[in-house]
């Protein structure tokens, strides 16, 4: 996919915000570490349930039906969420 104009928003460049400041600095650096923590939530959720993480997946897909992992994954989501800078 090609960036554009319309994906950089009002000023037109990457890693700057609206109040024309780069986007770096100690908010930032907490804000894309609490993000990584959605990298791996198949992965937990299915260690904690002692599943398969690519069954995990496709649950979270809807490609599977499992009341179980979806209130695991649910669960860990919030989680995360509290955790957010």
Do not use: C
């Amino acid at each position: 996919m090609k960036f554009t104009n319309e994906m950089a928003g009002k000023n037109g460049a990457r890693g700057v915000k609206q109040n024309g400041h780069a986007a770096n600095g100690k908010a930032s650096k907490a804000l894309l570490e609490w993000h990584r923590l959605h990298a791996g939530i198949y992965a937990r959720v299915a260690r904690t349930l002692g599943v398969d993480a690519s069954y995990v997946s496709r649950v979270a897909n809807g490609e599977r039906q499992s009341s179980k992992i979806e209130l695991a994954l649910v669960t860990e989501l919030r989680r995360i969420q509290r955790l957010r800078p």
